[in-house]
């Protein structure tokens, strides 16, 4: 397992940075070509999916609206809930306003990675019902795109996208939705996390078995509730807390360019390190340049390839700009990105590690060592490269053995055996004390500190617990069609099924795994998938921007309005 953190550590170390360039390069080059449609048309995009333009007759398998609530169900999900916390955990505030950037720029991405993907999208008649009538996403305008501009023969590329969104629907769109769900019923009801597993197993399983037409049904009904839901709690909260609201986006702009190292190196004070993280988390939110959505807009009842791009226009705006700063603003107008607050700390938890702190308040990982010592509840330190304890990467200052921390632990803990030992030889399996939050759990605690001025602080938890289930499974559910898509461009229609039980061992095997590890390991997959998309986005630009001049110029949405 250590030999695997070295290596996701040391893809993620090479691979952030040019993830970065690319994301924000591409973004800006394609909202430059194509007149920064993103402002231009996300009007029109509004129009198409409200279904006045809608024809039955046309090829695809859901409408406008389905196909924008199912990408939304992907992108809608932990990275609003977790994904925020975990950018201002690492990244500090800061990293919230580049989540911004990546969202605005990411709206002509997406707007660009729709339209190809309808427009080269293909046809699948007869199959059983999970198989769906059409099938599309960047591996189609990858191979037969780029080989009918250039000539090029790029199917090996075109494979080697699909193949990796397969591995990272695995990941990203599965794994750590199960992770996020169980790591937040077994922080609130320390349910096994096994069994929150199978749960919600079941439920994706049951879904994905009817294919993208099921998926799209139970997507529109879930996609606008759960976010209407999540988005009016959040108001509450701002509401209640109203005279911190311009504060908070003070430090948001100012931790952006000169951000600081907060407590115990949340936040590293790194301006690149921010940068990175709201980037990454910005990426994960939206999923512009990452060639997901496309897949699940290529199955839009539509002739008109832009008319579907217009529609994706609203995904990273509605996604980022509205539910991911109400996540933010919830954290960051609260403070609880900096708060310690009392934990129960399970000894065998995979979100206890071991770091250094420097004087800056910043911290680097370190091997656990051999035996670590406690005196009176305190670390013994006795030089700067003595390791401290850290739940969620953030040092614990002091240990008890009850949970109202009025009995210091004295004594050894053995981090390999997952136990303590007080010198009369009591072992413990369990010790108290204050600890910071990350994830999901952070988001929470914010709505407790965010709800508590009206005595509801006991709300704070349902709400995210609610939100987290709805958004995870709805997240995982869209994301098993990214995938079967995938699938059947690599092998054909016979790899559909087989796909699905995979995919459903998967969701069960992210719930048990550590949220450090299996984040870690969907930033890896997401870096490999998007790099290609992105590079196949720039060099169709030009076949792009003569399909939109066309599409606007035709106006073919008012003959269908005239009917």
Request: charged share 15%; net charge negative.
């Given at each position: 397992?250590?030999?695997l ?36 048309k ?9 279904g ?101 023969n790029w ?17 990203t769109?599965?794994a ?26 079941g ?14 049904r ?66 994960f ?45 919830v ?33 680097s ?5 051999e ?37 210091p ?29 990350n ?9 407790e ?21 709805l ?7 869209s ?11 690599l092998?054909g ?57 066309d ?13």
């Open positions: 397992m250590e030999a953190e070295h290596f996701i550590s040391f893809a993620n170390y090479w691979l952030s940075p040019v993830l970065v360039v690319g994301l924000l390069g591409a973004g800006a080059y394609l909202t430059l070509r194509l007149g920064f449609i993103q402002f231009r996300l009007g029109h995009g509004f129009a198409v999916t409200s006045k333009y809608d024809d039955p007759n046309d090829p695809g398998d859901v409408s406008h609206f389905q196909a924008l609530t199912t990408a939304l169900s992907a992108t809608v999900g932990t990275g609003n809930i977790a994904g925020v916390a975990l950018a201002i955990h690492w990244g500090g505030p800061g990293a919230l306003f580049w989540m911004w950037m990546t969202a605005i720029l990411g709206m002509a991405t997406k707007y660009s990675e729709v339209t190809l993907a309808q427009h080269y999208r293909v046809q699948m008649e007869g199959g059983a019902k999970w198989d769906g009538s059409v099938a599309g996403g960047p591996m189609y305008y990858i191979e037969r795109g780029i080989k009918d501009v250039f000539g090029w199917k090996p590329v075109a494979a080697f996208f699909a193949f990796m969104l397969m591995i990272t629907s695995f990941f769109g599965n750590i939705q199960s992770n996020t769900i169980a790591t937040q019923v077994a922080d609130n009801f320390g349910i096994a996390t096994w069994i929150t597993g199978l749960v919600t197993a439920i994706v399983g049951a879904v994905i078995i009817g294919g993208i037409k099921r998926i799209g139970v997507t529109s009904i879930l996609a606008p509730v759960m976010a209407t839901v999540y988005v009016a709690a959040a108001l509450v909260v701002l509401v209640i807390n109203i005279d911190l609201i311009l504060p908070a986006f003070g430090t948001i702009f100012s931790e952006a360019f000169n951000p600081t190292a907060g407590v115990a190196g949340t936040g590293m004070g790194i301006f690149l390190f921010t940068l990175r993280y709201g980037v990454q988390r910005g990426l939110s939206n999923e512009a340049g990452q060639g997901s959505a496309p897949i699940a807009h290529s199955a839009a009842k539509t002739d008109e390839p832009v008319s579907e791009g217009v529609v994706a226009l609203l995904e990273p705006f509605i996604d980022t700009i509205v539910i991911c700063t109400m996540t933010g603003l954290i960051v107008s609260t403070g609880v990105f900096e708060a310690k607050v009392p934990t129960t700390l399970s000894l065998n938890d995979g979100n206890i590690s071991y770091v250094n702190i420097d004087d800056t308040g910043s911290f990982g370190v091997s656990d060592p035996i670590f010592q406690i005196d009176d509840g305190y670390p013994v330190i006795e030089s700067d490269s003595d390791p401290r304890l850290a739940f969620y990467d953030i040092s614990v200052d002091r240990f008890f053995t009850d949970e109202d921390q009025t009995i632990f004295s004594g050894s803990l053995f981090p390999s055996e997952d136990r303590a030992e007080s010198p009369d030889g009591t072992a413990y399996s369990t010790l108290y004390g204050d600890a910071g939050r994830s999901s759990p952070l988001t929470t605690l914010g709505f500190v965010g709800l508590a001025p009206i005595g509801l602080g006991w709300l704070g938890k349902y709400i995210v617990l609610i939100s987290v289930f958004f995870a499974v709805s997240t995982a559910i994301w098993s069609y990214y995938g079967d898509r995938c699938a059947n461009y092998w229609r016979k790899a559909i099924l087989p796909y699905k039980f995979v995919f459903l061992i998967f969701h069960f095997l992210g719930a048990i795994v550590a949220v450090t590890t299996i984040w870690d390991l969907g930033d890896v997959a997401l870096s490999l998938v998007t790099l290609p998309n992105v590079v196949a986005l720039i060099l169709l630009s030009g076949l792009l921007k003569r399909i939109t001049d599409y606007f110029v035709r106006k073919p949405w008012i003959k269908k309005d005239s009917v």
